[in-house]
């Protein structure tokens, strides 16, 4: 008899200070997984790719400090230093000896940080449409888009909207009904009856001062010591095909997959990423069973 699906879990652990929430999916045992969001998503967004990988995977996804439902920080405190402190204590606190990161766009440059200074602890490491640069393009759209966001909605038909207007790259071939799922999780209703947005309002402000990465983003992505799977919208305003080309002759191990058809972020979903995802992965599988 068949072993009964084991579904998604939510787990809350205190992790540098904040009470950090992931959803975890999968049998524990198997090999680890950690997924990591962007900039304003949160851990639902990984729903479907990380409800495929837990069929052989262990999988969590992160909601990061603020977003979602983890605590919120210090205002000052939404930068790369913290996010690599807080994975990092994420792990301790769940008692992961190693795993591997599927990071998208923000999260990518955490599992790059991450992985340059804490080489011992990642097996492979996914890396969705970002780089150690970013094209100045998506850049400049992205930070007027998450300055310029309403703080709240009547409705939930208000909130799918506002994406499918600001943000059509990251939802694009989507239907109506998985655009609403998407825009639900990045909302709460709230004591007013209006839905307001999952995440400290500081994450969208920058600050006059960036706090400094931890290590120089060139500088980290060379170091990185796991085998590295860069997937690369073919529209993407993010992640172009020069860095992607740089990136494949800077990385020690790497490989690259374009993912056709899709702009900044890939769901992962795609009939280009999936099958890429699961194939680098899955070589993972053979590595151990060598060990």
Request: charged share 20%; aromatic share 8%.
């Amino acid at each position: 008899m068949a072993a009964a699906p084991i579904h998604a879990r939510d787990i809350y652990v205190t992790a540098n200070g904040l009470r950090q929430h992931l959803i975890a999916r999968g049998s524990p045992g198997n090999r680890v997984l950690m997924l990591i969001h962007g900039l304003t998503q949160q851990a639902h967004v990984f729903d479907a790719v990380a409800t495929v990988l837990s069929q052989k995977f262990h999988v969590y996804a992160l909601d990061v400090r603020g977003r979602g439902e983890s605590e919120w920080g210090p205002p000052d405190g939404y930068h790369f230093a913290n996010y690599v402190a807080d994975l990092e204590a994420v792990r301790e606190a769940l008692g992961l000896e190693r795993f591997s990161l599927v990071g998208t766009s923000m999260g990518g440059l955490i599992s790059i940080y991450y992985s340059a200074m804490y080489p011992d602890r990642v097996q492979r490491l996914v890396i969705n449409d970002v780089g150690p640069d970013i094209d100045p393009r998506g850049l400049q759209r992205i930070i007027a888009m998450a300055g310029s966001a309403p703080a709240a909605f009547t409705d939930l038909k208000s909130v799918a909207k506002y994406y499918v207007d600001e943000n059509s790259q990251a939802l694009a071939g989507r239907g109506d009904d998985e655009v609403m799922e998407y825009a639900r999780w990045h909302v709460r209703h709230s004591d007013s009856g209006l839905y307001v947005w999952k995440m400290d309002p500081a994450v969208r402000q920058p600050p006059a001062q960036p706090a400094p990465p931890p290590i120089a983003p060139w500088d980290a992505f060379k170091a990185i010591e796991a085998p590295v799977l860069v997937l690369r919208g073919e529209l993407s305003d993010i992640l172009n095909e020069e860095i992607c080309s740089k990136m494949m002759a800077a990385a020690r191990n790497g490989m690259a997959a374009v993912v056709k058809g899709v702009g900044h972020a890939p769901t992962l979903m795609e009939t280009d990423a999936l099958p890429a995802i699961e194939a680098f992965l899955g070589a993972m599988a053979a590595e151990t069973a060598e060990v």
